[in-house]
């Protein structure tokens, strides 16, 4: 599919319907294929959704409930180092390792490694028109929503990082 303009009226409407059932990107791509047979990725889907200006419900995460410290009197209290900005762990708490190849993958503008929360991994690139694909190491792996918006953010720090 190249554009929104592809979809009748219908299908606009009935994927309007998933996104305030609460569907998830993932599930919304998954229901593309199995009821219209118009297949996309993961990428595709959220530009579809952005064209289409639909807007998915935010996944509503409870809070821990925070424990209550003991006090530590006088001199020995110390106060907690911020972090540095960029680091902060994303909701959901799934870190996500990305490292950038020495040598690219062929037809790819850069390319690496992510390394996810539970120690899954795949391979990533960025092809020439900006698309962005991934290989996952174990077949049938498909990172999280919470774990792609980590690796979303680790990626646009690493190629910061790294000039690019």
Excluded: H, N
């Excluded at 003991?70 to 902060?88: F, H, N, Q, T």
């Excluded at 850069?110 to 996952?136: C, E, K, N, V, Y």
């Amino acid at each position: 599919m190249s554009t929104a303009k592809s979809l009748t009226d219908e299908q606009i409407e009935i994927i309007r319907q998933w996104a305030e059932e609460g569907a998830e990107l993932s599930e919304i791509q998954q229901r593309l294929t199995s009821e219209f047979e118009i297949k996309v990725t993961y990428l595709e889907t959220r530009f579809l959704l952005e064209d289409l200006r639909i807007e998915l419900k935010p996944i509503e995460v409870p809070e821990p409930e925070k424990e209550e410290e003991p006090e530590v009197e006088g001199d020995e209290a110390s106060e907690e180092a911020e972090a540095p900005p960029g680091s902060e762990m994303p909701a959901g708490g799934e870190e996500v390792m990305v490292t950038v190849d020495t040598v690219l993958r062929p037809d790819a503008l850069i390319s690496g490694q992510a390394t996810f929360s539970g120690g899954q991994t795949a391979a990533w690139w960025l092809d020439q028109m900006g698309r962005l694909g991934m290989d996952p190491s174990e077949p049938g792996f498909r990172p999280s929503e919470s774990e792609m918006r980590s690796f979303q953010m680790a990626l646009q720090r690493t190629i910061q990082e790294s000039g690019m």
